[in-house]
């Protein structure tokens, strides 16, 4: 600089220095031993199971892009607590339930998820929707040895010790969509999808059973998630002309699709659309017309079966009731009875001695779908496999059932088309 | 106590040392101490914020850019830790199990290389990007949308890329960090220590930076630019500098993010978390030393309390109080007692002196 003003010494540069230095002893001594060491035990479990009650965390985003969904999520888990306390509780006690807002943001699903297990000391949590929050929540369960209810279907290919499945994994849902493509006769197949887990790794995996069904795949498309243009990626459809496009479309991104489809001259007569996410909730959401188009579910309201009338006559008249039931949630619904089925075979609410009398097994629960059987293993559900076209009023005329209760296979070991090596690796991985 | 008083902001970061170094970890629980470490990290982004906004007057809305160059530095390292050597991460196998690891992810592998990373890339990247703004003097507004227009365009692109950055997912279940079992408490506090210790640091070294002569031409530079370069400095340069070390924070900050919440995805580096970094340091005040560490944690604690109570209603409150701050405290929350003093000032004057129209407000920023 020009000027030459003289000015105070500067010795004080030190204190900065000298922080540093004081970061680097507490980096020394707050230690413990690294990776060959045994991880330490998780936090003693503060589950208070004293009272009367038993405290219960609900965790679904009630704001931001997924809230449209997870809010009947939010509800039908209200209303299975209102029934399961009017029945006298889980092991005698009323459920107290504790709700957060996940707020559709992954590291609050996260925060929320120790906030619920190490101040609120809740016995289990239920929530989640995408993929996403799962895996945002999933380090968090394992660390603190909670437990975690995880209603929606979803691309499998994971298990923990402390996560249970109610919704569907790959082979109860997105390889019966495939089966049924391939008895139709489709030979070219589009696949539209959100630009996240689930739909990647739902794709990664219809391509290598297309493969093996000599089904080809002529164009493959993602979109973020909370962009709604598909124009540009519709016109790919066109030019493509396939024999049935398979939509693993999340959210009101699934508006924006429908729009461009129908825009672009595409109907259901000639180039159908399969969907895994568009339910009797999001039907009639869709601004357009839809009837004609498929879904592939395990559950659907037009099921008949000896519980379903009477679970929606239920849920149409709860408060908060948005008129329909859907897959979703009633794997919500079917999370809180699977809990309370747990608790009582295990007679406790101690994570470890639940998770003991799942691996007994023999757990089941008589849901809305029919009776679905836990596999105590890899902690998922038996499910019926469905495939349902949109009719006029926007329900599900059924159109395909599998023979009975398909068994969950997340790494699809019963497939040797998935690649051996790949399945280690994932397992591997997962510990 | 004239002699004492330019010790005063000295004492403070003290006392504020000893607060989150020694009372902090002693009394809070590990929910807590989890939280104020998150905490300390946006306070981070904010001391360097308030460094180029409060005192270079440069609105920097896109922190969340050198915020997520040293969180992703940061995650890909301990994604690649956890995945041991010769592995790929777990989310690349689910995708497409037969590609090589992407090639930029290679160097991460190693401890040096990440640490230097966290404080070389910002630097990198603010430099070109200050030199070519600066000296255009691109500046106000301009600027401003600028900064936010790479914070989106960084999101964007980290959420298209989903194969090679995780996309929208993020990148989180990290077990290791440099060797620490991530899962152990004693481990956990130990992370959070840097946080707060760096939090220290970065508060002295803009403490130390606004008594130095830098200082002094950066607060002229915001306040007449035109002056200072008539009386031979470059302004260019002096922002430069203000600049490239906020840039630096919010990287150092976005690397301790990631050990201590365990994830991290674009969505906290995007337009709308660039934005809530810069509403803390509006709130706390922007040209004081403690009014962005303060409100930036103020409006963290806000979020993770108010934000459970009232799911919905918390950003409503959020906005309402920074419209309220705005209006009637342009300066922050740290011009009250400024504000409150000189009231006094004026009504004991008033009283004893009708004369004296006004007392002499110290008016920090211009506008």
């Known amino acids: 600089m020009k000027t030459t003003r003289t000015r105070r010494a500067r010795s004080l540069l030190a204190v900065p220095a000298l922080a540093a230095a004081v970061t680097l002893v507490l980096a020394g001594c707050g230690s413990r031993a690294g990776d060959s060491a045994e991880p330490t035990a998780a936090a003693e479990s503060c589950i208070d199971t004293s009272g009367d009650t038993i405290k219960l965390g609900f965790l679904n985003s009630l704001t931001g892009g997924m809230a449209i969904s997870e809010q009947t999520v939010s509800n039908v888990l209200h209303m299975a607590a209102d029934e399961i306390n009017a029945d006298g509780g889980i092991l005698g006690k009323q459920i107290e339930y504790v709700q957060e807002d996940g707020a559709t943001d992954w590291p609050t699903f996260a925060e929320k998820t120790e906030k619920l297990l190490t101040q609120d000391c809740v016995a289990a949590i239920f929530g989640g929707w995408t993929s996403s929050s799962r895996k945002a929540v999933k380090p968090v369960v394992e660390e603190n040895n909670g437990l975690f209810f995880y209603p929606v279907q979803y691309e499998g290919l994971e298990s923990s010790p402390n996560i249970y499945y109610t919704g569907a994994t790959t082979n109860q849902q997105i390889i019966p969509a495939m089966d049924y493509l391939a008895a139709q006769g489709v030979k070219t197949l589009f696949l539209a999808g959100s630009d996240y887990v689930f739909p990647r790794t739902a794709n990664a995996i219809i391509k290598l059973y297309a493969a093996e069904l000599g089904i080809e795949i002529v164009g493959e498309e993602y979109v973020p998630l909370d962009k709604d ?109 699977l809990y309370k089925a747990l608790a009582e075979a295990a007679g406790s609410f101690d994570v470890d001695e639940i998770n003991a009398a799942a691996a007994e097994g023999g757990i089941t629960v008589d849901a809305p779908e029919g009776v679905v059987t836990l596999d105590g293993e890899n902690h998922h559900i038996s499910k019926p496999g469905n495939i349902g076209r949109i009719n006029a009023d926007n329900q599900f005329d059924i159109v395909w059932s599998s023979e009975g209760f398909i068994d969950p296979d997340p790494y699809l070991e019963g497939y040797d088309w998935f690649p051996a090596d790949v399945r280690d690796a994932l397992v591997a991985a997962a510990g | 106590m004239t002699k004492l008083k330019p010790w005063l902001p000295l004492i403070g970061i003290g006392v504020f040392a000893v607060l989150l170094l020694v009372v902090a970890p002693a009394v809070l629980s590990m929910h807590w101490i989890n939280n104020l470490g998150k905490y300390c990290c946006w306070a ?169 002569r830098f200082g002094e031409l950066l607060i002229a530079t915001r306040d007449a630019e035109e002056r200072v370069r008539f009386l031979g400095y470059d302004p260019a340069n002096i922002k430069l500098v203000a600049f490239v070390v906020a840039a630096v924070m919010a990287s150092i900050a976005g690397a301790m993010f990631v050990p201590i919440v365990g994830i991290i995805t674009p969505a906290e580096i995007g337009a709308s978390a660039s934005i809530l970094m810069i509403a803390g340091v509006a709130l706390g005040g922007r040209a004081s030393l403690f009014g962005p560490a303060l409100g930036a944690m103020a409006i963290g604690w806000g979020q993770s309390s108010l934000g459970s109570s009232w799911p919905s209603g918390w950003i409503y409150i959020l906005g309402l109080v920074f419209i309220l701050v705005t209006l009637f405290l342009p300066m922050g929350l740290s011009s009250l007692s400024g504000r409150a003093k000189s009231l006094v000032w004026r009504s004991r004057t008033a009283a004893t002196a009708p004369a004296a129209a006004s007392a002499p407000v110290l008016e920090e920023v211009k506008k």
């Open chain 2, 44 to 212: 981070i982004v904010a001391v360097g914020i308030g460094l180029a906004w409060g005192r270079g007057g440069m609105l920097v809305l896109g922190q969340g850019v050198f915020f997520g160059l040293g969180a992703y530095t940061m995650a890909m390292h301990l994604t690649l830790e956890t995945a041991g050597p010769g592995s790929l991460p777990v989310f690349m196998i689910l995708y497409d199990p037969s590609a090589p690891l992407p090639a930029f992810w290679e160097p991460f592998r190693s401890d040096a290389f990440t640490l230097v990373a966290i404080v070389l890339l910002p630097v990198i990247v603010a430099s070109i990007l200050g030199y070519a703004l600066f000296k255009r003097r691109v500046k106000g507004a301009y600027f401003a949308i600028l900064t936010q227009a790479l914070a989106v365009a960084l999101a964007v692109l980290i959420s298209s890329t989903i194969r090679e950055t995780g996309g929208d997912t993020g990148l989180s279940d990290f077990k290791y960090f440099f060797g620490f079992v991530l899962d152990d408490d004693a481990n956990k506090i130990m992370v959070f220590m840097i946080a707060a210790a760096l939090l220290i640091v970065c508060l002295l070294v803009v403490w130390q930076l606004g008594r130095s």
């Open chain 1, 229 to 337: 243009d598909w124009t540009t990626q519709v016109s790919k459809i066109v030019a493509a002309d396939p024999d049935f496009v398979f939509n693993t479309i999340n959210g009101s991104s699934n508006v924006g699709f429908i729009k461009a489809y129908y825009d672009a001259g595409l109907t259901p007569e000639t180039t159908p659309i399969i969907s895994v996410s568009i339910a009797e909730e999001e039907a009639p959401a869709m601004g357009h017309e839809v009837t004609g188009n498929y879904a592939s579910w395990n559950y659907f309201q037009s099921l008949q079966t000896p519980n379903n009338p009477g679970f929606i006559e239920r849920w149409k008249a709860y408060p908060d009731s948005s008129g329909v039931t859907s897959d979703p949630m009633e794997a919500a619904y079917i999370s809180l009875y």
